[in-house]
């Protein structure tokens, strides 16, 4: 079977040393169920977390981090998260990098200074958080706006923000939720180009709508529905998927993605 670009990039397989082991998880909000008994492990390399509004991806993303209730197990570079608690729960240097959906940032404040903080706030001291500031910016191409106040930047700009804010103290996981959004087309190859390096010895989980970074970026996808997975296998194995009731004008990847989802997969 033909390998993906993703594929000779990384593939984090179940094989692999796992990062972030998840056994079991449920979790929810009151009586609705967003999670189900969800179980996989991720190693080094970028995993693309797909599925439909409302499958449980954010959900299970504040779980790793440790800001969302749930039963069941995870552990993150061998240590277990005891939710809630604070993002360096480890009392050092925090291991996980979050980029979640939504966030805000002080808009008075500059961009060095809102990264600098981030990177304070995740255990570097004062010295190193501003160094480790310059860099991430520089590596998210926001080096020319350090001095700018946030509330001058554009949507994409505030974006990247975002990213050299969970990326500044060169966390071992890295999970981002729609990190993509906002992003043009120079902009969205160069953060693509970035999880390729990274990845190669860390662990990136991208929880994304957009096929074509999953195609190009993720060597492993796993897919939730309904707060299950429906799916965790390679970029190929997904196209395989595919190949058989693709419609006109859609890709291998779009049509396995939806005949999982829709489980007309038998």
Known sequence: MPTSPADRIQNPSPGGAALISIEGVSAGYGSTLALSG???SVGAGVCALLGPNGAGKTTL??????????????????REIRPVRPLN?????????????T???????????????????????RKAARSASVEALHTVDLAEKRTSKVRTLSGGE???L????????????LLLDEPTV???????????DYLARVARDRCVILATHLLEDVRVTAGRVVILAAG???????TSELAAHGEAGRRDLESDLESGYRRLVEGSDG
């Open 103 to 125: 966030f805000s940032t002080a808009p008075t404040l500059s961009v060095d200074e809102v990264a600098t903080y981030a990177a304070w706030c995740n255990g570097l001291g």
């Open 89 to 101: 729960w480890n009392h050092g240097v925090s291991k996980v990098g979050y980029l979640p959906q």
């Open 228 to 234: 299950r997975v429906a799916f965790d296998g390679t």
């Open 162 to 173: 975002g990213l050299a804010c969970a990326i500044a103290h060169q966390p071992s996981t």
């Open 158 to 160: 505030r974006q990247r």
């Open 38 to 40: 969800v179980s996989f």
């Open 61 to 78: 993303l504040n779980s790793i981090v440790g800001v969302k209730r749930f039963d069941g197990r995870i552990e993150v570079g061998g």
């Open 182 to 192: 906002g992003l043009d087309p120079s902009q969205r190859a160069n953060l693509r």
